[in-house]
C-alpha cells in the first residue's frame, strides 16, 4: 500500500484525512474517539471567550431524495470552558502523539487577546495553531471570524501578531464571503503564516417553512443566517482552493475543506493543491467510521495509479486550471447517441430542444422504430444532454479533429491589437480575418 502519511507545513499526520473544527471535534472524547477511527488528525473546535449558543441549531437541504445535499448551522465558538478545553486537549495529545492535534482560535482583534491565547494553548502542547477568520454568524457581529476574514490588512495583522507568539505552525482559516479569495490569502502569507485552510461556511438560509412562515431554524420565531456547508459547496470550494494554488503569491500548504464526502473528494482537492483534506458534514451525516472507506478508497486509487506516496498527488491538477481567456476556441466536442443503451425517456431532446441549440432529432427506423440522433454540424458541445441523461454511458461527448491551430480569446486580443498598432499595414485586411 501507498504512503498516506503528509507534512502540512511541519504538521506531520498519519493521512490526510483531518477532522475540521466543528461540533465533531468538541471534545477529548470525541476527538479520541475519532483518532481510534482511524483519522489522521483533527482541528479543535474554535477556543476563545465561551459564548452561549441557541437552540435550535442545525437545519439541512434535502434534495432529489438525498438528505443533507447542504447543511446550515447557527452554532458558535465552543461555549465550554477554556481550561476544560486545554485539559482535553493535553490528554488528548499524550494518548495520540502521532496524530496532528491543531487548535482552531478566535479572539478580539487585539494583539494581547492573541497573544494570552497562544501562549496557554501552545503551554499545554499542540501540534499547530488554525486561526478562525471565516466564521460567518454571530461571532461576526462581534467583530471576529468573517468580520476580520473580509478585510485584508485585519487578516495580514492578526496573522502577524500570533506569529510573535507563536513556536508552532500557524493556518489561517479564510472565509469564502469575499470577492477575491485569494485577497486574504496574499494578506495571511504577507502576515507570516505557515499555511492557510479553506473553505469556511458560506452565508446561508437553509429555508422558510410555508406553512408557519418562520425561517428554518427558527430559535423562538426569529431566524438568522448561518454558515452552509456539505456536499452542496465543494465546487465553490475546490475553484478557491483551486485559485489560491495557482498564485504565486500565496504559496504555501493548503488544508483544502468544504463538502469533502468520500475519498474521491479528497482525490480532487489534492490534485487542485491541497496538503491535505478537512471533513465536518459527512462524518455529522455518517459518523467517524466513514474514514475507514476514505483510506481504503485513496489507498487503492493511488496503487492503481502505481503511486507510492499520496504526496506524489498534491497539486497535480493545478497547472491545468486557468482563466477563461487562456481557453482554446478552436476546440471541440460534439455529443452522439448510443442506441444500444439509450432509453428513448427523451430528456436529452427536450432539454436542447427548449433550452439550448435544438440539434437532437427524433427519427423512425424502417421498422417503426423511433429512436434520437444528434444533428452533429449544429451541435456546439454543451453537454447538457449528457448531464440530463439518466443513463450512465447513453450519450458521449466525442472530440472534433481541430481544422485551426490553437487559439486562446487572450491570443486573439493580442493579435488584433498588434495588427491595430500597425504591425501588419500592409495588410489591413487581415485584422477581420483575425
Not at 474517539?33 to 476563545?48: D, P
Not at 513556536?167 to 499555511?195: E, H, Q, S
Not at 486550471?321 to 431532446?349: F, M
Not at 452533429?376 to 441523461?389: A, R, T, Y
Amino acid at each position: 500500500m501507498a504512503d498516506l502519511r503528509i507534512n502540512l507545513a511541519g504538521i506531520a499526520s498519519p493521512n490526510p484525512f483531518w477532522l475540521a473544527s466543528a461540533p465533531p471535534t468538541n471534545t477529548g472524547y470525541q476527538v479520541q474517539r475519532a483518532f481510534e477511527a482511524g483519522w489522521g488528525g483533527a482541528v479543535w473546535k474554535t477556543l476563545g471567550d465561551p459564548i452561549i449558543n441557541t437552540s435550535s441549531r442545525f437545519a439541512a437541504v434535502h434534495f432529489n431524495g438525498q438528505r443533507v445535499a447542504g447543511f446550515n448551522n447557527i452554532e458558535l465558538i465552543s461555549d465550554r470552558p477554556l481550561e476544560i478545553n486545554l485539559k482535553e486537549i493535553y490528554e488528548t495529545k499524550r494518548r495520540f502523539p502521532n496524530h496532528a492535534v491543531v487548535v482552531s482560535l478566535m479572539v478580539e482583534p487585539k494583539q494581547e487577546k492573541w497573544h494570552e491565547i497562544v501562549k496557554r494553548v501552545e503551554d499545554i502542547g499542540v501540534d499547530g495553531l488554525e486561526l478562525n477568520f471565516g466564521c460567518p454568524h454571530g461571532m461576526a457581529e462581534r467583530g471576529m471570524g468573517a468580520a476580520s476574514g473580509q478585510q485584508p490588512d485585519l487578516v495580514e495583522m492578526q496573522t502577524m501578531w500570533v506569529k510573535e507568539a507563536a513556536r508552532t505552525p500557524v493556518i489561517v482559516k479564510l472565509t469564502p464571503n469575499i470577492t477575491d479569495i485569494t485577497a486574504t490569502a496574499k494578506a495571511a502569507v504577507r502576515g507570516g503564516a505557515d499555511a492557510i485552510s479553506l473553505i469556511n461556511t458560506i452565508n446561508s438560509l437553509a429555508g422558510v417553512d410555508i406553512e408557519t412562515w418562520n425561517t428554518i431554524p427558527h430559535v423562538g420565531g426569529k431566524g438568522a443566517h448561518g454558515g452552509y456547508c456539505g456536499p452542496a459547496v465543494k465546487p465553490i470550494a475546490l475553484n478557491m482552493v483551486a485559485e489560491c494554488a495557482r498564485n504565486p503569491l500565496v504559496g504555501v500548504p493548503i488544508s483544502g475543506i468544504g463538502g469533502i464526502s468520500g475519498w474521491k473528494d479528497a482525490v480532487e482537492f489534492l490534485l487542485m493543491g491541497s496538503t491535505g483534506v478537512q471533513v465536518c458534514t459527512a462524518a455529522m451525516h455518517h459518523g467517524f467510521s466513514i474514514v475507514e472507506d476514505m483510506i481504503d478508497g485513496l489507498n487503492n486509487y493511488l496503487d492503481s495509479k502505481g503511486l507510492l506516496s499520496v504526496n506524489e498527488l498534491i497539486g497535480k491538477s493545478v497547472e491545468q486550471y486557468s482563466d477563461w481567456g487562456d481557453l482554446d476556441l478552436n476546440y471541440a466536442v460534439v455529443a452522439r447517441i448510443e442506441q444500444e443503451t439509450c432509453i428513448l425517456c427523451n430528456k436529452c431532446h427536450i432539454a436542447c430542444e427548449d433550452t439550448s441549440h435544438q440539434c437532437i432529432e427524433r427519427h423512425t427506423d424502417e421498422n417503426g422504430a423511433a429512436y434520437l440522433k444528434v444533428r452533429e454540424e449544429d451541435c456546439v458541445g454543451c453537454n447538457l444532454c449528457s448531464i440530463v441523461c439518466p443513463v450512465e454511458g447513453a450519450i458521449t461527448m466525442l472530440e472534433v479533429p481541430a481544422a485551426e491551430m490553437p487559439l486562446s480569446w487572450n491570443q486573439r486580443q493580442a493579435a488584433i491589437a498588434a495588427l491595430g498598432n500597425g504591425k501588419d499595414s500592409d495588410n489591413p485586411g487581415k485584422k477581420e480575418a483575425v
